[in-house]
């Protein structure tokens, strides 16, 4: 089944204790994208990729740290998370060519104590 | 990227067509228009995009006017399962998803 797999998908932390959400497709798709939703924000991106070594910033990117080192994996990384970062954080794949649509995952809730 | 509105709610009774409006007056000639939708908190879900042309899926119909200033979603059958938030979005070339308020879809019974 093609799907975007994020993990895990619930978690609650502490301030300064880096931790990772990993993001998985298994479709190869060249582009690969965070977001963050929040309360009347709606959702915003974080990251992009466009192709295995190749990432940009999208318009919230202070605080987070990604990689593309694997076509098939986009992990987002919180070197040192603080509680303004508490968020419901979902990640997106999609081909590069024919406007093809971008494919969700089912979403992370991270809570930043 | 153009920007959409939408109406914040809307309600529809189970079975009937539900037809949800977007404008996106400031539409550029190569941006498409993408819906998705958002059922609580889950991840947005991919319903149709079209350039002009009408489009048509097993999901729904998009309906685009002519100077492609705005667009029509239609639901033909609502279900109680279609309630969600629904998300009208211009896409250009920088693949970013810009996703505003959306429309609030109650479906009742």
């Known amino acids: 089944e093609a799907q975007v797999t994020q993990n895990p998908r619930y978690l609650i932390t502490v301030t300064g204790k880096k931790l990772t959400v990993t993001c998985s497709q298994n479709m190869n798709h060249e582009y690969m994208s965070w977001y963050r939703q929040d309360p009347g924000l709606g959702l915003r991106q974080i990251y992009y990729s466009m192709n295995v070594e190749v990432t940009d910033k999208g318009d919230v990117p202070e605080g987070y740290k990604v990689s593309r080192k694997e076509k098939r994996n986009f992990p987002l990384i919180l070197e040192s998370p603080s509680p303004n970062q508490t968020s419901l954080y979902f990640c997106?794949?999609?081909?590069?060519?024919?406007?093809?649509?971008?494919?969700f995952g089912d979403g992370t809730r991270l809570s930043i104590l | 990227d153009a920007k959409t509105t939408q109406p914040p709610s809307m309600d529809c009774a189970e079975g009937r067509a539900a037809n949800l409006p977007c404008n996106h007056s400031t539409i550029s000639g190569n941006e498409y228009v993408y819906w998705y939708r958002q059922i609580h908190s889950q991840g947005p879900q991919y319903i149709i995009h079209?350039?002009?042309n009408n489009e048509t899926n097993e999901m729904a119909s998009l309906i685009i006017t002519e100077d492609r200033k705005s667009s029509t979603l239609i639901l033909p059958h609502a279900t109680l399962r279609d309630t969600a938030v629904y998300y009208c979005?211009?896409?250009?070339?920088?693949?970013?998803?810009?996703f505003g308020a959306g429309t609030t879809v109650t479906v009742r019974a």
């Open positions: 079209g350039l002009k």
């Open positions: 997106a794949s999609s081909f590069l060519q024919g406007n093809q649509p971008q494919h």
């Open positions: 979005i211009v896409r250009g070339n920088d693949y970013k998803l810009s």
